[in-house]
């Protein structure tokens, strides 16, 4: 690791007047799992690290005012909460039951409780698991600097491996997650052919909405860990939403998938084992969201 | 560049003036001479270098000492008690073979400290689950699962044996 000087600023403004001084030089940290290794490797070499850790209210979650039609919310989650508070968090387990799923599949205990929502996001590794799950559920990422904030959709928030939106002098303070609509179901599918900690093969989200006669009013499909973003499989979403929610229909629509991702060769599988493997785990995770859409759980 | 960190280990606090580079865990075995801390992977995944920061399991192997600052480690070395007698889940490694290099023991100790100070009463599963991150190439886990089993069963009763004391 080369040499750096280490920042600990106790407000977002002194934060932002740290990255308008330093520029290109500095990088924050969070959670530290991903930059610190990116030091150790010397991928990343930044002259000034800026942590984020005292910075007070930027890891907190709030159910955030209803939607429009009033019968779903949100949930703020802030930027530096760490994964196993996500996962472990009451408010995460009534309103965003797949959010916690999600977040328990990350890497290992340990991990979990060093990482944040919002360093995973900034890191952009199209081989992580909240991404897809956020992407399906509609969340945003809230982007603050001293001009301002914008808030981004996580959906287009990831533009190139390890590359994503943030613009210089941003920090992501927040995401925030809409609720499933009512009559939906969700499901996130993570197939780890090797081993319990490992990094996804491919993995699959999918929130599915009913409507009447069994008709697939909505739905949502993200793949993890098959290209250099995470990759919404809107094509395939369109051939399955409005028609009926039957097998032929949903084995139908999982084939298409294997021909919007584009897989690399790893030592997880070759590309066409994935590209495979795509399909076989859209059609179980629409599935799964099927079995997952109870009426009891809509109610709230 | 040489910064000022702030860290309390064991309960012991300590002004240190290091590179801003320098790793938790190097902090601790060069710094503070607590070798008790191991490292094995250096990228988070075997779960060597265990220590718990604020209470939470953390990899000191990619933690930069600057970046906690302020805050509290406590480390294989900070769980005797004053007098000497070792905590349950050390004890427990003891009686129910849960080593035997013993280059993984300090994490796995620390790993299944931190769960019991969470989840007092884990089942076989939780345990597993929980401890996934702490990788053995000696004991085939069964002597870790079972010690940690152990620990969890003997704290209870320590802590039913004070309730009664407090009743009486
Ligand atoms: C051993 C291991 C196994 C892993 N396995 C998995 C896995 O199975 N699944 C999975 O999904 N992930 C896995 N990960 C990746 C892990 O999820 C990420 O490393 C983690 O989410 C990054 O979060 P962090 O808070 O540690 O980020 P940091 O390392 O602190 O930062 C990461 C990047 O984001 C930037 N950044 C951080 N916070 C902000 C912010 N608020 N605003 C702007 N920029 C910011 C930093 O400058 C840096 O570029 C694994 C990591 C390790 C080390
Ligand atoms: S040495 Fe830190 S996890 Fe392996
Ligand atoms: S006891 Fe040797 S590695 Fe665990």
Redesign the interface.
């Known amino acids: 690791?080369?040499?750096?000087?280490?920042h600990?600023p106790t407000t977002l403004e002194e934060a932002f007047d740290l990255l308008e001084q330093y520029g290109e030089d500095a990088r924050v940290?969070a959670g530290?799992?991903a930059l610190?290794?990116q030091?150790?490797q010397r991928f990343a070499q930044p002259g000034h690290?800026i942590?984020l850790?005292?910075i007070p209210g930027l890891n907190s979650i709030a159910i955030e005012a209803m939607g429009s039609n009033g019968d779903t919310g949100s949930v703020r989650i802030g930027a530096l909460c760490?994964q196993?508070s996500i996962e472990y968090s009451e408010i995460i387990g009534q309103k965003l039951p797949l959010v916690a799923e999600t977040f328990r599949r990350v890497?290992?205990?340990?991990?979990r409780?060093?990482a944040t929502i919002g360093g995973g996001l900034v890191h952009g590794d199209p081989n992580q698991d909240p991404p897809p799950t956020l992407i399906a559920l509609g969340a945003s990422a809230v982007l603050t600097s001293s001009r301002g904030q914008r808030v981004v959709p996580v959906a287009e928030l990831f533009l190139d491996y390890f590359e994503t939106d943030l613009r210089p002098g941003e920090i992501l303070t927040s995401v925030v997650v809409p609720q499933a609509p009512p009559g939906s179901g969700a499901a996130y599918l993570k197939f780890l052919p090797r081993t319990?900690?490992d990094y996804a093969t491919v993995s699959v989200a999918a929130v599915v909405t009913a409507g009447e006669d069994n008709m697939c009013r909505d739905v949502r499909i993200v793949l993890g860990s098959v290209g250099v973003t995470p990759v919404h499989a809107s094509d395939a979403e369109d051939s399955l939403r409005g028609r009926p929610l039957n097998e032929e229909n949903i084995r139908a629509c999982a084939a298409m998938v294997s021909d919007l991702v584009d897989p690399l060769d790893d030592y997880r599988g070759s590309a066409a084992y994935k590209r495979e493997m795509a399909q076989v785990f859209t059609r179980r995770a629409i599935q799964q969201a099927m079995a997952a859409m109870s009426p009891e759980k809509n109610k709230d | 560049m040489i910064q000022r960190v702030n860290l309390k280990v064991n309960g012991q606090d300590h002004q240190l003036d290091i590179p801003a580079r320098r790793l938790l865990v190097d902090c601790l075995r060069y710094e503070l001479g607590l070798t008790g801390t191991k490292e094995g992977c250096s990228v988070g995944i075997c779960g060597a270098c265990t220590v718990l920061i604020d209470g939470e399991m953390a990899a000191s192997c990619i933690t930069l000492a600057a970046a906690v600052d302020g805050a509290e480690i406590t480390t294989i070395e900070g769980l005797a008690g004053e007098d000497g007698r070792l905590h349950p889940v050390q004890q427990a490694f003891i009686d129910h073979g849960g080593f035997q290099c013993g280059i993984c023991t300090p994490g796995q100790v620390m790993a299944a400290k931190a769960l019991l100070d969470q989840n007092p009463s884990p089942t076989e599963d939780e345990i597993r689950d929980w401890m996934m991150g702490n990788l053995c190439r000696c004991t085939g886990y069964y002597g870790i699962l079972d010690s940690v089993v152990k620990a969890a069963e003997a704290s209870e009763t320590s802590r039913g044996a004070n309730a009664s004391n407090n009743a009486q």
């Open positions: 690791m080369i040499d750096f000087e280490f600990s940290i530290g799992t610190v290794l030091m150790k690290v942590g850790r005292k760490t196993r890497a290992t205990p340990r991990i409780s060093m319990a900690d």
